[in-house]
């Protein structure tokens, strides 16, 4: 198995547990919770600021000292509803409790700090589309640059159908030389409805120094250092997933291959 393709530890509790340490870079970190009903998950970040995200069913949030009650709409990530999302400052600690099953995505990443702890979703958060034709995907703009709402954490939902592509053309974001590239390490928490299923996701630069690919499963985590990361939903396989992403800069500048050029993004 690639190294950068991280399968679930288990099917309950913290499943993915992806420290920039255990990644073999700097700044994206990312943990995954898979709770039953009554189950309870709590961390404290250090100088690392989080954005909690309800990937599916319901839970009662807590961050920075704030209750914010139960939080949480869709019981299927497939439900295409705007996520709730919870944006924890660095210094401070979170904690869930789950009313039903429910999946919780963990985002973090290094941060000043200075910001409230607050909701970032559902409110503000639309389904927007993007691409034509078999290239169409359907995204949630969670926390991207648009929206000021954390100081290091770049988060987004994509949505795409089966028989698509999506993160495409190829592209990448692994310089920083802003403003026309910036560095930004990635992940990919992949879904796939039917769960079954499976989706394709390669990652590769130019040089072939780097070229990996996968074929991912429900709740699997692929990493992205370097290089371009096209994905692919196979036919009647739908793939949902999160992406993660942070580095020097809070801004998401990115080169498309240079082959793809004749491909609008």
């Not at 943990?31 to 009662?60: P, S």
């Not at 692994?174 to 990635?186: A, K, R």
């Not at 499976?198 to 699997?220: I, N």
């Amino acid at each position: 198995m690639t190294e950068l393709l991280r399968k679930p530890e288990g099917t309950r509790g913290l499943i993915h547990a992806i420290t920039p340490e255990a990644a073999g870079w700097r700044y994206v970190g990312f943990d995954l919770w898979r709770l039953g009903a009554g189950d309870a998950a709590q961390a404290a970040m250090g100088d690392r600021e989080v954005i909690v995200v309800l990937i599916e069913g319901r839970a009662r949030l807590s961050a920075g000292g704030q209750d914010f009650g139960l939080m949480g709409d869709r019981l299927s990530v497939f439900d295409k509803r705007p996520p709730h999302c919870l944006y924890v400052p660095p210094g401070t600690g979170w904690r869930a409790l789950a009313e039903t099953g429910c999946t919780l995505a963990v985002c973090s990443a290094p941060a000043q700090g200075g910001r409230p702890a607050q909701r970032l979703g559902p409110d503000g958060i639309d389904l927007e589309e993007r691409g034509t034709g078999t290239n169409t995907r359907y995204i949630h703009n969670i926390a991207m640059e648009g929206r000021d709402v954390a100081d290091s954490l770049l988060v987004t939902e994509v949505f795409t159908p089966a028989g698509h592509w999506s993160s495409y053309p190829p592209h990448r974001h692994d310089e920083d030389d802003f403003p026309n590239i910036t560095y930004l390490e990635e992940t990919y928490y992949h879904r796939l409805d039917p769960a079954q299923g499976f989706g394709v996701q390669r990652v590769f630069t130019e040089d072939g120094s780097l070229d990996e690919t996968m074929a991912v499963a429900d709740h699997d985590v692929v990493l992205v250092p370097r290089g371009h990361h096209p994905c692919a939903a196979p036919h009647g396989i739908q793939m949902y997933y999160l992406n993660v992403m942070a580095g020097p800069r809070r801004n998401w500048r990115f080169r498309q291959h240079p082959d793809y050029g004749f491909l609008a993004t």
